[in-house]
């Protein structure tokens, strides 16, 4: 439907440009050329002054990505938060968290492991890691004195200096404990 239209006005525009530029007096017209007749040249101007005014450039975004260095608006990642669906109050759960920096440089983060459920803290270290490389810290939450129910256990590192995305720096998952 849309290219019809095109060809309607593309059509249009050159029958009405052939009576302009084309005056039949027998001599030669400055404007008598073939491609000149038909639009074609309007239309090219057309096309390239729109080009020019808004710049070559697909998009604004794909413009601003350009200029931003990409390893600088990364840093480091929670790649993966790891418990058991479902354990036993009083027993003891490994909580296996895999880190990683997304830089080519060396950066230290500190990586906090808790439970918002309880406010209790399972676990807080300083982690260096080397560029483009990632690493896995367990710790062990005691679940004595719990009660039966469902429990939230969350992962947050602290961004790297000049990080733009820090979405994946926090993480959490739900434990279900049973008796």
Known sequence: MMKDARRGFVRALSDGLDGV???NDGGGSFM???YLRKGRVLLMLLVVSFLASNGFSVSHAAEKMKKEDPAKAKGVTIVALDVPMRATVGKKVNVEIVIGNERAEKVTTILTVTCP???QQIGREAE???GFTSQKI???????????GCYIIKAELTSAPDETYTEDNVRQVDILLVK
């Open 32 to 34: 008598k050329m073939e």
């Open 128 to 130: 260096t890691l080397d």
């Open 117 to 119: 459920t309880t406010k």
């Open 138 to 148: 367990v710790y062990t939450w005691n679940t004595e004195g719990q009660k039966e």
């Open 21 to 23: 530029f084309n005056n």
